[in-house]
């Protein structure tokens, strides 16, 4: 690679970390949908007092399996302790001994049973720590089962402008990465900050028990280790959040490469391909090993220190037992304590974060809880049944405050008829369906279906009486027959075959594997464009509602199978309310009204043939259609 080239990359990737920076702070790294793991693991929450009080609000209905975790906690941390300090009367009484004061069998008879109490001890603490980590696996669980369910409920209770604005990417991320976090938390880290406080604390009261000298220097040396601790911490966060930024670069960069190779060989771009990853390769192996570096001398760092501290403790400990009468059992305890004082220190200062990461992820989770559902109005109507009669009138929207997409729109249908939207790209006509759907609101005018406002009927309602065909195909995991019946859930099998004949697809369904329990996947990868379109258009035939929207529903099959598909269209628009987004001369032609859009504005409106007449924009657009076709 030329240093030219290795310049521009260096300046593209610069950039994109600086916007993803500005941009929320978020990276996606590695898991399903966008480019993987969110950055906010590594960050802090906007308002940690607020997140914490209402995580443990949620963790409300396990108050009662939480509190019995704690209790084991606490006796798994005090048995421990124990454990240590019971040395100290076993080294006393049978280790430094005078063997002429007590009898020999005698002796061992009592050393076997002081070593039996402490096993008993030791017991008592490995069996409370299981139980308490079984418990919290469960609380863990049934939390993350909850919300889990809470956070899908609530996006589907979203509008579609929430998705709209809000990428796959990172919608994804807080079912994965943020509710991982705060798993992660539950099972392991709040029980490990609790139990590691606990032996601090009763390590701390042991120690300066046992001797008030010894204990004293260990509390003056933590400070220092703590320091060096903390320094190194920050430092490895920093080269970790590093990599974990140049890892999601990579990853996606790979992702956007492998899913678009179709247009890297066809503009030959091979190569240029192969030295972008070079680059991005290299720039992650300088930062991993930047991080793991720092991440790896944590260890040996601390334990030295450790080992410095002990040192130290157990000459000071010598000189007490040679000059003081300090008892063995008892120095063999406090350098014992000493060794077993920086653990917790570590173990709480490294859970810090993870607690940071769960909180973040957390909140993360609760900023899409606390968004406005979609509501219907106090004062809602449910009819019996929707005929389809539709009206717009003086309709203007706008998906922003400052520009106007929709202006003064008025039409009437009524069922059995047709009435296509024409205009070039932008012109608004895809908005009109979005607003027949009440995917978004108007800010001015009125939209009745069967002489009622659309916003009085309740949306459940109304969308069950709309059928759409959209340009971008989506198919679900699940057989060719679950698909079709998608429109329809009560219909029969028969009755999904018929719909899949009036879309034409009865007869490549036919020759799949299974025919129509053929498993699709992956929204269908195995299917062309046209088949997966044939199969959504079955879906929208097999559906009940009178009013059907085509938003160029035929445009990825070919000329000939539209044939087929406008024969079947016709029998399923009949006595339904149709509206058509098409390029297609045939679909423009057959239309009971023909809308020409321009700028969010009706200019022309009429028969094919009366709109051909005026000799205006339609009929520019309808040569223009002749030359494509």
């Given at each position: 690679?030329?240093?030219?080239?290795?310049?521009?990359?260096?300046?593209?990737?610069?950039?994109?970390?600086?916007?993803?920076?500005?941009?929320?702070?978020?990276?996606?790294?590695?898991?399903?949908?966008?480019?993987?793991?969110?950055?906010?693991?590594?960050?802090?929450?906007?308002?940690?007092?607020?997140?914490?009080?209402?995580?443990?609000?949620?963790?409300?209905?396990?108050?009662?399996?939480?509190?019995?975790?704690?209790?084991?906690?606490?006796?798994?941390?005090?048995?421990?302790?124990?454990?240590?300090?019971?040395?100290?009367?076993?080294?006393?009484?049978?280790?430094?001994?005078?063997?002429?004061?007590?009898?020999?069998?005698?002796?061992?008879?009592?050393?076997?049973?002081?070593?039996?109490?402490?096993?008993?001890?030791?017991?008592?603490?490995?069996?409370?720590?299981?139980?308490?980590?079984?418990?919290?696996?469960?609380?863990?669980?049934?939390?993350?089962?909850?919300?889990?369910?809470?956070?899908?409920?609530?996006?589907?209770?979203?509008?579609?402008?929430?998705?709209?604005?809000?990428?796959?990417?990172?919608?994804?991320?807080?079912?994965?990465?943020?509710?991982?976090?705060?798993?992660?938390?539950?099972?392991?880290?709040?029980?490990?900050?609790?139990?590691?406080?606990?032996?601090?604390?009763?390590?701390?009261?042991?120690?300066?028990?046992?001797?008030?000298?010894?204990?004293?220097?260990?509390?003056?040396?933590?400070?220092?280790?703590?320091?060096?601790?903390?320094?190194?911490?920050?430092?490895?966060?920093?080269?970790?959040?590093?990599?974990?930024?140049?890892?999601?670069?990579?990853?996606?960069?790979?992702?956007?490469?492998?899913?678009?190779?179709?247009?890297?060989?066809?503009?030959?771009?091979?190569?240029?391909?192969?030295?972008?990853?070079?680059?991005?390769?290299?720039?992650?192996?300088?930062?991993?090993?930047?991080?793991?570096?720092?991440?790896?001398?944590?260890?040996?760092?601390?334990?030295?220190?450790?080992?410095?501290?002990?040192?130290?403790?157990?000459?000071?400990?010598?000189?007490?037992?040679?000059?003081?009468?300090?008892?063995?059992?008892?120095?063999?305890?406090?350098?014992?304590?000493?060794?077993?004082f920086n653990r917790p220190i570590n173990e709480i200062s490294m859970q810090m974060n993870n607690v940071f990461s769960a909180l973040a992820g957390a909140e993360r989770v609760f900023e899409v809880l606390d968004?406005?559902?979609?509501?219907?109005?106090?004062?809602?109507?449910s009819p019996q049944k929707i005929q389809g009669y539709v009206e717009m009138d003086h309709v203007y929207f706008g998906y922003g405050p400052d520009k106007t997409v929709l202006k003064d729109i008025s039409l009437?249908?009524?069922?059995?008829?047709?009435?296509?939207?024409?205009?070039?790209?932008?012109?608004?006509?895809?908005?009109?369906?979005?607003?027949?759907?009440?995917?978004?609101?108007?800010?001015?005018?009125?939209?009745?279906?069967?002489?009622?406002?659309?916003?009085?009927?309740?949306?459940?309602?109304?969308?069950?009486?709309?059928?759409?065909?959209?340009?971008?195909?989506?198919?679900?995991?699940?057989?060719?027959?679950?698909?079709?019946?998608?429109?329809?859930?009560?219909?029969?099998?028969?009755?999904?075959?018929?719909?899949?004949?009036?879309?034409?697809?009865?007869?490549?369904?036919?020759?799949?594997?299974?025919?129509?329990?053929?498993?699709?996947?992956?929204?269908?990868?195995?299917?062309?464009?046209?088949?997966?379109?044939l199969l959504n258009i079955a879906r929208a035939a097999l559906s009940r509602a009178p009013i059907l929207i085509l938003d160029e529903a035929t445009s990825s099959v070919d000329t000939r199978t539209e044939r087929?598909?406008?024969?079947?269209?016709?029998?399923?628009?009949?006595?339904?309310?149709?509206?058509?987004?098409?390029?297609?001369?045939?679909?423009?032609?057959?239309?009971?009204?023909?809308?020409?859009?321009?700028?969010?504005?009706?200019?022309?409106?009429?028969?094919?043939?009366?709109?051909?007449?005026?000799?205006?924009?339609?009929?520019?657009?309808?040569?223009?259609?002749?030359?494509?076709?």
């Amino acid at each position: 690679m030329n240093q030219e080239r290795a310049a521009r990359l260096q300046k593209k990737y610069s950039r994109a970390a600086l916007s993803s920076g500005q941009q929320k702070k978020e990276l996606n790294i590695g898991r399903g949908g966008g480019r993987g793991r969110a950055m906010s693991a590594h960050g802090k929450p906007k308002n940690t007092k607020g997140t914490v009080i209402r995580l443990l609000q949620y963790l409300g209905n396990e108050r009662g399996r939480i509190a019995a975790a704690m209790s084991l906690t606490v006796v798994f941390a005090l048995s421990s302790l124990t454990g240590s300090y019971l040395l100290r009367p076993i080294i006393n009484q049978f280790i430094y001994y005078d063997p002429q004061e007590t009898d020999l069998g005698k002796r061992i008879f009592s050393f076997a049973a002081a070593l039996g109490g402490l096993a008993a001890v030791y017991a008592v603490s490995v069996i409370s720590q299981w139980l308490q980590q079984r418990i919290m696996l469960t609380v863990s669980q049934r939390s993350l089962r909850r919300l889990r369910k809470e956070l899908f409920d609530k996006l589907q209770t979203l509008p579609i402008a929430y998705f709209d604005n809000h990428p796959a990417g990172d919608v994804m991320s807080r079912f994965t990465n943020d509710v991982d976090a705060v798993g992660e938390m539950l099972n392991t880290t709040f029980i490990q900050i609790v139990s590691g406080s606990i032996t601090l604390v009763g390590t701390i009261i042991l120690m300066l028990y046992t001797n008030v000298i010894l204990g004293g220097l260990t509390l003056l040396l933590a400070p220092a280790l703590t320091l060096v601790s903390k320094f190194i911490i920050q430092k490895g966060r920093k080269a970790y959040a590093l990599q974990q930024k140049n890892l999601g670069i990579l990853n996606g960069f790979a992702q956007e490469t492998i899913t678009g190779q179709k247009v890297v060989k066809l503009f030959n771009h091979e190569e240029v391909a192969m030295d972008e990853f070079s680059f991005l390769n290299r720039e992650l192996m300088e930062t991993q090993i930047k991080a793991q570096f720092r991440s790896s001398i944590m260890g040996p760092v601390t334990h030295q220190l450790c080992n410095m501290c002990y040192a130290l403790t157990a000459c000071v400990g010598a000189v007490l037992v040679v000059l003081k009468g300090f008892d063995l059992g008892g120095l063999t305890v406090s350098v014992n304590y000493t060794r077993q004082f920086n653990r917790p220190i570590n173990e709480i200062s490294m859970q810090m974060n993870n607690v940071f990461s769960a909180l973040a992820g957390a909140e993360r989770v609760f900023e899409v809880l606390d968004q406005e559902p979609e509501q219907d109005a106090a004062d809602v109507v449910s009819p019996q049944k929707i005929q389809g009669y539709v009206e717009m009138d003086h309709v203007y929207f706008g998906y922003g405050p400052d520009k106007t997409v929709l202006k003064d729109i008025s039409l009437k249908a009524k069922p059995g008829q047709k009435i296509a939207f024409v205009g070039s790209t932008g012109a608004g006509k895809t908005t009109i369906t979005n607003l027949l759907t009440r995917f978004y609101d108007i800010q001015q005018g009125r939209i009745t279906v069967d002489n009622l406002p659309i916003d009085k009927i309740p949306r459940a309602k109304l969308r069950s009486s709309i059928a759409m065909v959209l340009q971008d195909t989506h198919l679900f995991t699940g057989t060719v027959r679950e698909n079709i019946r998608y429109g329809r859930l009560d219909a029969t099998d028969e009755e999904v075959e018929e719909a899949a004949k009036i879309a034409s697809a009865h007869s490549f369904i036919t020759h799949l594997e299974k025919g129509y329990d053929t498993v699709l996947e992956q929204d269908a990868a195995n299917l062309s464009q046209g088949q997966r379109q044939l199969l959504n258009i079955a879906r929208a035939a097999l559906s009940r509602a009178p009013i059907l929207i085509l938003d160029e529903a035929t445009s990825s099959v070919d000329t000939r199978t539209e044939r087929h598909i406008d024969r079947g269209m016709d029998a399923i628009m009949k006595n339904r309310t149709t509206f058509v987004i098409a390029h297609r001369l045939s679909t423009v032609r057959t239309a009971d009204a023909i809308m020409v859009l321009e700028g969010g504005e009706i200019i022309e409106r009429g028969t094919h043939e009366e709109l051909l007449a005026l000799n205006g924009r339609y009929a520019a657009l309808y040569h223009e259609l002749i030359e494509l076709d």
